[in-house]
């Protein structure tokens, strides 16, 4: 049965979040606030947890969720590596809507789906989520939601969508709908790598640029555009029909990025999500 703790309530939050951290170390998914929307997550080094919480959105490996981190060291920990450029990204956006999508660190034991070996990586501006991740570590976060119908922005629009697939909600009140930026980092390292905009949200190209100058790659700026459109397009197909949610449209380069609209997540772009992996 799902249990829901109002985190307005200091008692409530102290229980949610212990209870939240207990049922994610048995592989069980809990919904948290994040800055962008709801996500669900999962411990990210229990490829059976992950696998749970694609099952409860109805996604497959093709879209394997972001990872939430509490602090600029885990990113560290997670990648294989981190450009100078991206640690200037971290200090000027992080904690905030930007999801990073780095090379992952090789020796990293989990499995959160068909990643090409690549990890999308955020650090969310939200107290709640921010206690949580310090409890617990990285974790797995798309956006509350199924598959092609809107990210949630309140506790009561997640567990309308994912019922008792998620076994704790924390409710940290109503949260923005503005998705996080995913940016593809990961080409850095190559011969005249730049970084690439897979999908735009709550940071801007201008912001962006303003740090990354010439490395911002402007050739993906009208595939970006086409995947918004196609995404919106399929809410609206789902908004329709929400007996039959159409698939969220994802950028190849974005496997490893979806914490949707959280975090589509990113909309994930596709979070990934997303955004609210949140």
Known sequence: MSRIYDCAQSAQLDTGLKLAAS???????VVIPTDTVYGVAADAFSPAA?????????????????????????????AESVPEIVTELVAAFWPGGLTIVLNAQPSLAWDLGDTH??????????????????E?????????????LPSATSAADAELMLGTSVHIYLDGG?????????IDASRLSGPGGKVHVLRDGAVSREQLRGILGDLLAEDDEAAATEAAATEVAASEAAASAPT??????????????????????????TEPEAGAGG
């Not at 049922?23 to 998914?29: A, D, I």
């Not at 109503?174 to 995913?182: F, L, W």
């Not at 039959?244 to 772009?269: C, K, L, M, R, Y």
């Open 174 to 182: 109503p949260v923005g709908q503005t998705a996080s930026t995913i």
């Open 244 to 269: 039959t949610p159409a698939a969220d449209a994802v950028s190849p380069a974005s496997a490893a990025a979806a914490p949707d609209a959280e975090e589509g997540s990113a909309s994930e772009p």
């Open 50 to 78: 992950v696998r749970a919480l694609l099952a409860a959105k109805g996604r497959g490996r093709q879209q394997p969720p972001p990872v939430l981190v509490a602090d600029v060291g885990t990113l560290h920990a997670l």
């Open 23 to 29: 049922s994610l170390g048995r592989g069980e998914l």
């Open 136 to 148: 617990t570590g990285p974790l797995a976060v798309s956006s509350a939601n199924l598959t092609g």
């Open 117 to 134: 070996g690549t990890v999308a990586v955020r650090m969310p501006d939200n107290p709640i989520a921010l206690a949580l991740l310090r």
